[in-house]
């Protein structure tokens, strides 16, 4: 069956623009997960989502990231006013389990590069 | 908070042998712990999971084991193959902050098969 499918594959763009990132779950998984990935480093965990509750947004890094899931399924992260350091791959998850619990599902990433 | 932490950031095994990859946390309360796999250029790959009210787990040709008393995790992959090669990266679920559920990974291990 279909897994996670993020787009765009690969991103660049120049510092100071805002970017979107799409990523959409597998088909009645209800906990959905943005992480990010520098480069050689472990997984940054940023926003969760449960259904239709109020998003855990406890790992943004800052106010520039905001992101939203529309009715339970696809999700898009925004990253307004790019910085360098923004540079990672972005990986989303999706699980049927309970947040904390279970198997995620992990897309093959976006990668976003800012110049 | 809560830490996640390995003990080698790269291992090197003959192809055939048992690899040992570990893994060190700091955070009691995590009930859940799992192990994925990252293949170049893709997302992480759920290879086995384990409660904490559990010592030791096994799948097919992985083992999982936890010492709750060290805060010690690791996995053994028997038989090591070149497909084995690969980053792999513990993580901790379950109730880990006053946010509720989250998940925290580890750096991860770079393991590299030797012909």
């Known amino acids: 069956g279909a897994g996670v499918s993020q787009s765009p594959s690969n991103k660049v763009t120049e510092k100071g623009k805002d970017v979107e990132l799409r990523c959409d779950p597998i088909s009645g998984h209800t906990a959905l997960y943005w992480y990010r990935q520098s480069l050689g480093q472990g997984l940054e965990f940023l926003i969760y989502?449960?259904?239709?509750?109020?998003?855990?947004k406890s790992g943004l890094p800052s106010d520039r990231f905001s992101a939203e899931r529309t009715g339970g399924s696809v999700s898009t992260l925004t990253i307004q006013r790019t910085q360098q350091e923004d540079s990672a791959v972005y990986l989303c998850?999706?699980?049927?389990?309970?947040?904390?619990?279970?198997?995620?599902?992990f897309g093959p990433g976006t990668r976003l590069t800012v110049t | 908070g809560e830490s996640v932490g390995l003990h080698l950031p790269t291992l090197s095994v003959q192809e055939g042998d048992n690899s040992i990859i570990n893994c060190a946390y700091s955070n009691s309360a995590s009930d859940y712990f799992i192990w994925y796999k990252q293949e170049s250029g893709k997302g992480p790959q759920f290879i086995i999971d384990?409660?904490?009210?559990?010592d030791k787990r096994q799948g097919q040709r992985v083992t999982v084991l936890l010492n709750k008393t060290v805060k010690h995790l690791s996995l053994q992959i028997a038989a090591t193959q070149p497909g084995d090669s690969a980053v792999y990266f513990c993580?901790?679920?379950?109730?880990?902050?006053?946010?509720?559920?989250?998940?925290?990974f580890g750096p991860g291990t770079r393991l590299s098969v030797l012909p």
């Open positions: 998850a999706s699980s049927l389990a309970q947040a904390g619990m279970g198997e995620q599902y």
């Open positions: 989502f449960q259904g239709n509750s109020a998003p855990d």
């Open positions: 384990i409660r904490s009210n559990m």
């Open positions: 993580a901790l679920g379950g109730y880990l902050d006053n946010y509720g559920q989250n998940f925290v």
